[in-house]
């Protein structure tokens, strides 16, 4: 590969780079302010620049539009924007960069009508002067380029201009004209919908969501009080009464075995120096020592066999609360403080199960054993002792404020670590292709060094009660071998118990350390705790009532329900303006409806309040009459199949991703889907066929074959309501015609709700609704609707505008 007569080979990975600019369908944007994305690679841009940027993409509007402009904070991977308003951003973020390379990716893939053909206006002047390479399924897209190359199996099958290659009437001009039969061949977007998660106007971003969105994105430490986090904790370790009796009494039995070890150990030495038999002692001890390790071991396996079987049940109790929070407080939270609170966060827990409860019940019983064994020398020698066990009891308590702080923050910075280091990996791509690799490490070290900085105040608090426990200890043999030297002067008693009395002295101390250390790391562990109870303690979007369940529509009807949305308006959170304002809409049986609009008009949230991810605020959505909320999660999501453009693959095969829609399918049944999807050659050809790993948010397939994986799992699901999100729009020329014809088929006798802003790829609908800010302003039929010439009449305009251009 050469650029110019330079070998690619011959140049650093930072000129390679420095030598282009890449915008593609599947948008990448950080955690951060729209200024912090736009400037994304290039550190000395200044305002003007990117304000130029923004309004050469169309941006500048919507952005500024935003509560704090500019510097507004627009969530993880964007999920406050609308899918447009995202792929504006990621234009002018190729503008600002300036490249004499240019690489589009189906860069106009998730931009409106209203704004393709200023954007594309734009493009035009970048790619003035510039070597550009576009990657397109949508061929009406590159008509106009100067040579198109039409690749095969790897190989180039057909290269020219669009005039001779359609001379040549080959392959090129047999995927013209299948695209001309679907709808793609009019240059129109493919606009692409807001994915599952994400809000879809700038009008959703108030300030309150803004300050919200910036202080919930990390989980904090220090929401809850020491009582309510140890009741919690307390209410896990209810359920396991027995173990840590058992438990218990080990560790008693143990700290004892070693006490006895220290006292055999005393006696042996003093009948060596006394000249009198020793074997007796010597027997005693190594059968005590033999005992104490038993017990230790005994004690330690059944802690921390309780401490994981519980850790088990805390995550489990996590993924089924995350379930019932899903999607909404994913939107409000980073994936990676969610990942490092499944992991980390949890596994601390595990320390005051294994190394807390039973500590704490046997600093307690033993001291008090200690100092009535002291009593039966002298009551002295006891109450000398008691204050300074009391003391180290209370060190924990004494220093808890300024541990509590320093191990908060600690713990927000380790999320905030950990959120940052698997958003830099998810965005990888994109920091190699804008050279930003070098800023995003400089603030992931900021990041260790600021965690760092915790760590160590953390330390050295905790080491400072760590160096007072120890000196207290001490101290406390030499007060009592003070106190009892002259009770042996005055013949209370014998000169041979001192040792026995200093030894009694320390091992009254030695649960009591036990539980002074643990409270440093308790102060950790009770952080991560209360992360934790943030999220069990987090009201669910959706409620499910007491009834649910109960109403169903018969099987009959739900053969082809009627959907109605009744006075529907809605807005995220709660608060701000309305995403949806009194919507009535009624699809009746079997019928085919068509949502359009603008980027940010309310598609999607109509489809997200139908899948039942959100509730309305006001109004209902009926399924033959009955209400979705009386249907109950469980029962009504069975009935609904979405294909989304935004499709999600789980790192497995593709039978487990599939199976996902139906578990109990059969491998016909499975086949048939894929064969119904235009699967069934990629699978034919994959050596493990239906077990091939498809990766990580299948990233080993291309797009178009995890669409088609979406629309599979469609197939499968066989359900009554269909929602159809941009579902075609992933997929090459090839496939597109053979597709459109499966997905003609799933939609017969079924209730369906297609959102597109391909306008041709929906003509035939049965009613077409156009959005514009939250509330249908039109619908009807194609006919009916250009017959008024109104908003579709002027959609359909711009799309055509675009074409002529």
């Known amino acids: 590969i050469h650029i110019g007569d330079t070998d690619i080979q011959a140049l650093s990975l930072e000129q390679l780079r420095s030598q282009f600019a890449v915008v ?3 948008t990448y944007l950080f955690h951060g302010s729209v200024r912090d994305n736009l400037s994304l690679g290039s550190e000395n841009v200044t305002d003007q620049q990117i304000v130029a940027a923004a309004k050469a993409a169309n941006a500048d509007e919507f952005i500024s539009a935003l509560p704090q402009g500019y510097d507004s904070m627009i969530g993880e991977r964007g999920v406050r924007l609308s899918g447009g308003q995202r792929q504006r951003i990621a234009i002018a973020r190729a503008l600002l960069r300036d490249a ?3 690489i589009l990716d189906e860069a106009l893939s998730s931009v409106d009508a209203k704004n393709e053909a200023q954007i594309q206006s734009a493009l035009d002047k970048l790619m003035q002067g510039r070597t550009t390479l576009i990657l397109a399924h949508r061929l009406a897209s590159i008509i106009g380029c100067d040579n198109i190359i039409l690749l095969d199996a790897g190989r180039v099958a057909e290269s020219g201009s669009h ?3 359609l001379a040549k009437q080959g392959m090129y001009a047999q995927l013209m004209a299948s695209q001309v039969n679907t709808g793609q061949g009019q240059l129109q977007p493919t606009l692409s919908p807001s994915v599952v998660l994400e809000q879809e106007s700038p009008r959703n971003i108030n300030s309150s969501h803004e300050e919200e969105l910036e202080s919930v994105s990390v989980l904090q430490g220090d929401k809850h009080s020491w009582y309510q986090v140890l009741a919690m904790l307390l ?3 209810a359920n396991w009464k027995g173990r840590l009796v058992l438990t218990f009494c080990f560790g008693v039995s143990r700290v004892f075995a070693f006490i006895a070890v220290s006292i055999l150990s005393a006696l042996a030495a003093v009948a060596v120096k006394n000249g009198t038999d020793y074997s007796q002692w010597i027997e005693w001890l190594i059968v005590t020592a033999v005992a104490a390790a038993v017990l230790h071991w005994l004690e330690s396996w059944l802690a921390h066999d309780m401490a994981f079987r519980m850790l088990s049940e805390m995550r489990m109790s996590l993924f ?3 379930e019932r929070l899903a999607p909404a407080f994913m939107v409000r939270h980073r994936s990676g403080d969610l990942i490092n609170l499944a992991t980390h966060d949890v596994e601390m827990v595990e320390y005051f199960f294994a190394h807390t409860i039973a500590p704490v019940f046997v600093a307690v019983f033993v001291p008090c054993s200690v100092l009535l064994l002291l009593g039966s020398f002298s009551w002295t020698l006891s109450l000398a002792l008691l204050p300074l066990i009391l003391l180290v009891f209370l060190m924990p308590v004494l220093f808890r404020k300024r541990i509590d702080i320093v191990a908060g923050k600690a713990r927000v910075l380790l999320a905030t ?18 050279q930003a690799t070098d800023s995003r490490r400089r603030q992931f070290v900021d990041l260790i060094e600021q965690h760092k900085v915790q760590r160590m105040a953390f330390f050295k608090v905790s080491t400072g009660q760590s160096v007072l426990v120890e ?11 003070l106190l009892a030297t002259p009770m042996v002067s005055n013949g209370s008693f014998d000169a041979a118990y001192l040792p026995l009395i200093a030894l009694a002295a320390v091992a009254a101390f030695l649960p009591v350390i036990e539980v002074a250390d643990v409270g440093r790391q308790l102060s950790e562990t009770l952080a991560a705790t209360s992360r934790l109870m943030q999220v069990e303690e987090a009201v669910p979007a959706v409620q499910e009532r007491n009834n649910t369940g109960l109403h169903m529509p018969t099987k009959q009807s739900l053969a082809s329900p009627k959907v109605e949305f009744c006075d529907l308006s809605f807005c995220y959170d709660g608060q701000g303006d309305n995403a949806l304002c009194n919507v009535n809409l009624l699809l009746e049986p079997g019928s085919k409806v068509a949502l359009v609009g603008s980027s940010g008009a309310g598609k999607s949230t109509l489809a997200h309040l139908l899948m039942r991810f959100w509730d309305p605020q006001q109004g209902s959505i009926l399924i033959d009459g009955i209400d979705i909320r009386e249907m109950g999660l469980d029962n009504f999501r069975q009935y609904v199949a979405i294909v989304t453009q935004d499709t999600y693959l789980f790192n497995d095969s593709v039978r487990e991703n599939l199976l996902m829609a139906k578990p109990n399918a059969s491998d016909e049944q499975l086949l048939q889907a894929i064969d119904s999807a235009e699967l069934s050659d990629f699978i034919a050809r994959q050596p493990d066929g239906l077990d091939t790993i498809v990766g990580e948010r299948g990233f080993a397939l291309s797009g178009g074959q995890r669409q088609r994986l979406s629309i599979a799992r469609a197939f499968l699901r066989d359900a009554p309501i269909l929602i159809l999100d941009e579902a075609t729009s992933h997929l090459d020329a090839l496939s597109e015609a053979a597709v459109h014809r499966a997905l003609q088929q799933l939609m017969q006798h079924r209730t369906t709700l297609v959102i597109a802003h391909r306008l041709a790829s929906i003509e035939d609908a049965d009613k077409i609704v156009v959005l514009e800010q939250g509330q249908i302003v039109e619908q009807g039929s194609h006919n009916q609707l250009l017959s008024v010439n109104g908003s579709y009449a002027q959609l359909l305009k711009y799309q055509r505008t675009v074409q002529a251009a």
């Open 235 to 237: 209410s896990y370790a």
């Open 100 to 102: 004499p390379i240019l």
């Open 471 to 481: 000196f207290i200890t001490l101290s406390s043999a030499l007060l009592l071998l």
């Open 24 to 26: 593609s369908q599947d």
């Open 320 to 322: 089924r609360q995350l």
């Open 417 to 434: 670590l950990s959120a940052h280091t698997v958003e830099s990996l998810q965005g990888l791509s994109e920091l190699l292709n804008y």
């Open 163 to 165: 005039n001779q290659l």
